[in-house]
């Protein structure tokens, strides 16, 4: 079957003749001058990253275009980036900033949600993004969405790989730079662009509607050259996704001592049997809408001062609702028979599980269906104001920005209980797919009778956050000379001032009739009720109250609990959910940055050049959140709850220096030794803790605003070579040594007096810093056209790409060793692309092939050997432009072809499969104007 192929890491080894980033579309050449240092021959760039061809009128010059600007564009630097260029409207190979990433060396994504979501730099994550060089988050993050910004707003984006000290600091992977169109980038006079776009999604049977348009106009005044833009763009995302899945595989607890503990229910000799917690089938659907819009107004006063203003607005408005049928495992009074093991003699792969009702019917077995719907939205707005001035020997920038963002979600989840339901049979890893996957059957349980089920619970939820963000910058560049040893003087300093803060807020309500649950027929909205399931062979089909319906009948839900769940009456009172204070925090952070770095350059007997720096970063801030630890007699029974402030402080000094040999003009050797740091996320550091007095020993759940920041020392190198327009080839290698990496855990602590417990020991649960991380990779490039080749032949190009992580361990302070124990989180062995395109001034086409390798995705801390991977995934996708007349394009373009799933399993040695959830194939028609 397609979904069980593999793409097995000799073929990708095969495929180590790679490529950089790459653009698919027919695009339009267009004038790069948006920056005012591009009209200047004398004026040297000092970071090297401008790329300046020639203005010229728009002009289509199809796919050579994109890889020839993203070629000039790593070829220039002095910092190891890969970049995707498009000079059409902001046309990226794929539909948002993600999957267009997927295709550039060394770059790992993950896809759910019908798009490409999480992103990974040679096997890190926590990227840092950036907008046309200024730092960018949104909300309490440290790092926008990038699933958020469409293509039709991009000029490019860029993936830096290393920093230089000219550039903002902020995590150990990398960064991505997205920058956007300037209306001096455009020819002089109007220029109108567009798309509209359809995209069917074959598991949704649904038709997703894309849409974006750029107005701008470039024209000489009496005061200077004046150019305006606006772009906009409304996308909806509309998916639906399978899934059958286990999670959290340990021994039961308890012990054949305690008769009502699961692990009294095992059968003599296997008392240490591994089974997951739960296993469940379900289906995720909805739709994601993002506006978007950015406006531009440059002012070009002479040849010597500029002014850029500009304003934009990302937003996203979500609907999800996600529905499980579900079979606890490992809970008390469970009783187990049919046992059989998997090989390792140790893991189990089916069993049934039993759970007896007690005399008054309540009790059975802890299963039903868990039916969560939830709304999210997000607003980002960002300003930006930039001067630019220049002589015969100094250039100066100054530029302030004030950004401002909210986002928050609503949810709204009821879970039902089929009457009477005592025993379920599991296979972890039966046949029902391709690879295998749980599977579960309720004996003598009707699912298709809805007076079969009873409402156990109904939760509803509010959360969100919030950032206001101000930074200043000036930077000075002198040049030094033409011709001897320092070229270039660079000198710095920035402010930034965040202002985050987080709210949450939940309840939970248990509504009963006579001691028994409520009916779902008679549950508000509970005459709506409807059954859904999974489109996989053999799943079960359940009843559930549609998420919209469950949302739009809160109020009637509220008086309901009130009436049916006296010990909950309270909380469902008001409209308003009580906000959980220990999840809630206020913030303030600091950083105060300046740099300093020269430009070099002399023979030896080739040239050489490069930059020397360091960069020096004091951040100081305060968080306050909350602190809670049961009542007693003397509070009346009252939570004690206190509040909770902290500050921190600290200084980091962050040194670069790189060095470009020139062989000859298309023949150079890049080196590069350069530091980052990232720090900890505002949530990890919220000072907070929950003292659970009445567990013995007690449990502390806390923040930890000691956690340290990340820091890296990175060591790169790279061969490469270009030739004709847009061809290269490329060798790199890099090793990074890290710090501080975060790792969650329950530990014992002697003495809790600092958890207000003093003399008392106890286990604290928190963020730590692990070990240090060590990471060493290689990456090849390789692309051309084959403009040698006669006629037809000549039309065709091919881009390819691989890297592989010889190294990415992290020293995690697992007590023992175990297969997998020191993987780095969300780290690839291998990845790859390969892509074959042919390309004329009216005819285009590309076919491009990306791959993979497993990787682990989640540290199951109580028992780490099981910790969960991803398997290998692959993707094949297709595309076909049509330029019938010089302003217009049509394209018919599909993806996943293979149809590609994501599958699961615990343990690096796949001790048990986790499960699976489907991706879509899509097919999608565009059509794309320009004048």
């Known amino acids: 079957m397609l979904r069980g192929f593999r793409f097995g890491p000799l073929i990708a080894a095969a495929a180590l003749v790679p490529a950089t980033a790459w653009a698919q579309t027919t695009t339009t050449a267009t004038a790069q001058d948006g920056d005012p240092r591009q009209d200047r021959t004398d004026i040297v760039d000092p970071t090297g990253t401008s790329d300046t061809p020639e203005r010229t009128d728009i002009i289509v010059v199809g796919i050579r275009g994109s890889v020839a600007s993203a070629a000039n564009k790593k070829k220039n630097a002095k910092q190891i980036v890969d970049s995707v260029v ?32 999480g992103i990974a730099i040679r096997g890190l994550s926590g990227v840092q993004t950036t907008v046309n060089g200024n730092d960018t988050s949104l909300g309490d993050g440290r790092s926008l969405n990038l699933a958020d910004i469409p293509a039709e707003l991009l000029k490019s984006v860029d993936v830096y790989k290393t920093r230089t000290a000219d550039q903002v600091e902020g995590s150990i992977a990398g960064t991505v730079n997205v920058e956007l169109r300037r ?62 899945e286990s999670e959290s595989p340990d021994v039961p607890f308890g012990s054949s001592a305690e008769p009502n503990s699961p692990r009294a229910g095992l059968p003599a000799g296997f008392e240490n049997t591994i089974i997951p917690y739960r296993a469940y089938y379900g289906l995720e659907e909805g739709r994601v809408d993002r506006p978007s819009i950015n406006v531009s107004l440059q002012w070009r006063a002479n040849d010597n001062l500029d002014f850029v203003v500009e304003g934009g607005y990302l937003g996203s408005r979500a609907q999800n609702t996600s529905d499980r049928l579900y079979v606890l495992t490992r809970e008390g009074g469970s009783k187990y028979t049919n046992l059989v093991l998997q090989p390792d003699g140790r893991t189990a792969k089916s069993l049934t599980v039993t759970v007896p009702l007690a005399s008054d019917g309540s009790g059975g077995l802890p299963a039903g269906i868990d039916s969560i719907y939830n709304r999210a939205k997000s607003d980002l707005y960002t300003t930006n104001f930039e001067m630019h001035w220049r002589s015969e020997r100094a250039l100066l920038n100054t530029s302030v920005q004030y950004n401002w963002s909210k986002d928050s979600n609503v949810q709204a989840e009821h879970l039902t209980r089929p009457f009477g339901l005592t025993t379920a049979n599991v296979d972890f890893a039966s046949d029902a797919y391709s690879k295998p996957v749980p599977s579960i059957t309720f004996p ?114 509220r008086e309901y609990i009130q009436a049916n769940d006296p010990g909950n009456a309270t909380r469902f009172a008001t409209e308003e959910i009580p906000s959980d204070r220990g999840q809630t925090y206020v913030g303030r952070e600091n950083r105060l940055s300046y740099y300093a770095q020269i430009g070099y350059a002399f023979d030896l007997p080739v040239p050489v050049d490069g930059l020397i720096g360091v960069r020096y970063t004091n951040t100081w801030g305060s968080s306050s959140s909350y602190n809670f630890r049961p009542g007693n007699a003397s509070t009346g029974g009252q939570d004690i709850v206190e509040f909770a402030p902290a500050r921190g402080n600290y200084e980091d000094i962050l040194p670069n220096a790189t060095a470009t040999i020139h062989f000859t003009p298309k023949a150079q050797l890049r080196l590069s030794y350069t530091t980052n740091v990232q720090r900890p996320s505002f949530y990890d550091l919220r000072p907070f803790y929950f003292a659970n007095t009445q567990a013995v020993p007690p449990v502390i759940d806390a923040g930890n605003p000691d956690l340290k920041a990340q820091r890296e020392h990175a060591f790169d190198v790279s061969a490469e070579y270009y030739f004709g327009r847009g061809g290269q080839l490329s060798l790199a290698g890099y090793y990074k040594k890290a710090t501080g990496f975060l790792f969650f855990s329950r530990e014992v602590v002697a003495d809790l007096a600092q958890y207000g417990l003093p003399g008392q020991s106890g286990f604290v649960a928190q963020q730590r810093n692990a070990g240090d991380g060590t990471f060493a990779g290689l990456e090849a490039t390789a692309q051309t056209f084959f403009d040698i080749l006669p006629g037809f032949w000549s039309n065709f190009g091919v881009s390819l790409n691989a890297s592989y992580i010889l190294k990415a361990r992290v020293e995690y302070p697992f007590p023992e060793n175990f297969p997998g124990a020191y ?22 086409t590309r076919v491009a092939f990306n791959y993979r390798s497993a990787f682990r995705f989640f540290i199951w801390e109580p028992n780490p050997a099981y910790s969960f991977y991803n398997d290998d995934t692959y993707r094949l996708d297709a595309a076909i432009n049509y330029t019938p007349v010089k302003f217009m394009t049509l394209s018919i373009e599909g993806t996943n072809l293979l149809g590609n799933d994501v599958y699961r399993y615990f343990g690096k040695e796949n001790l048990l499969p986790l499960g699976v959830r489907t991706l879509a194939r899509t097919v999608q028609a565009s059509a794309r104007f320009r004048f």
Do not use: C, H
Request: aromatic residues 10%; without cysteine.
């Open 86 to 117: 498009s000079e059409d409207a902001g046309k990226l190979p794929d539909n948002n900033v993600v999957e267009a990433l997927s295709r550039v060396t060394g770059v790992q994504i993950e896809r759910s949600r019908g798009q490409g979501q």
């Open 444 to 557: 003598g349980v009707d699912l298709a009778n809805i007076a079969s089920y009873g409402v156990d619970r109904y939760q509803d939820l509010a959360g969100g956050s919030k950032n206001r963000e101000f930074a200043t910058q000036s930077d000075l560049t002198i040049i030094a000379s033409e011709t001897g040893l320092l070229r270039t003087i660079q000198a710095g300093v920035r402010f930034n001032r965040r202002d985050p803060s987080r709210f949450y807020g939940y309840r939970d309500g248990l509504p009963r009739i006579n001691r028994q649950l409520t009916p779902l027929s008679q549950f508000p909205g509970g005459d709506q009720a409807e059954l859904v399931g999974p489109d996989l062979p053999g799943a079960p089909r359940w009843y559930r109250i549609p998420g919209n319906v469950v949302f739009a009948n809160r109020p009637d839900i």
């Open 823 to 844: 993987d780095s989180v969300n780290t690839s062995k291998w990845t790859a692309n390969a892509a074959l395109f042919y390309d004329t001034p009216k005819f285009s």
């Open 183 to 244: 209306p001096l980038d455009l020819p002089k006079g109007w220029t109108v662009a567009g798309s509209v776009k359809g995209i069917y999604d074959d598991i949704a049977k649904n038709v997703s509607p894309y849409g974006s348009l750029l107005v701008a106009n470039r024209r000489d005044t009496g005061i200077g050259e004046i150019g305006l833009l606006v772009n906009a763009s409304w996308t909806r995302t509309n998916y639906k996704e399978n899934f059958i």
